[in-house]
């Protein structure tokens, strides 16, 4: 079965940097788009960003020049770097897959993943 396995969560302070990792285990991803989101108390899960088969990558625009997505597929993960923490970006941050591969346009619709992580608590204080 597909499992997505996410670490690197933690408590940081405004303006430091946090590294989210995402290792997938019985599927290759390499082909299919991957994505982060976050889910703060009480809100909707929102799209943060998101990298197709061919490593294009999109972001919010809340923390486009602040977070890179990347993926390694030598190990079959994704990874989120987060610099230039702010409090805004405290929430519980989810990796998925898309259910489609070589999608070119990656979705940033949570509908459109099939497989989530656990979630990883991210929390920036002031």
Do not use: H
């Not at 290792?23 to 982060?36: C, D, E, F, I, L």
């Not at 998101?50 to 890179?68: D, E, K, P």
């Amino acid at each position: 079965q597909v499992q997505l396995v996410e670490s690197g969560g933690g408590l940081v302070r405004t303006g430091g940097s946090l590294r989210l990792s995402c290792a997938v285990s019985g599927r290759t991803v390499t082909n299919y788009a991957m994505a982060w989101f976050r889910q703060a108390p009480g809100k909707e899960r929102e799209f943060v960003a998101a990298l197709n088969f061919q490593n294009s990558a999109r972001y919010q625009q809340s923390v486009t020049g602040r977070f890179i997505i990347s993926r390694d597929n030598a190990k079959n993960s994704v990874s989120l770097q987060m610099n230039s923490l702010k409090p805004e970006d405290t929430a519980v941050y989810y990796c998925a897959v898309d259910e489609q591969a070589f999608r070119e346009i990656a979705t940033t619709k949570p509908f459109d993943y099939a497989y989530w992580g656990q979630g990883a608590q991210v929390t920036v204080s002031s």
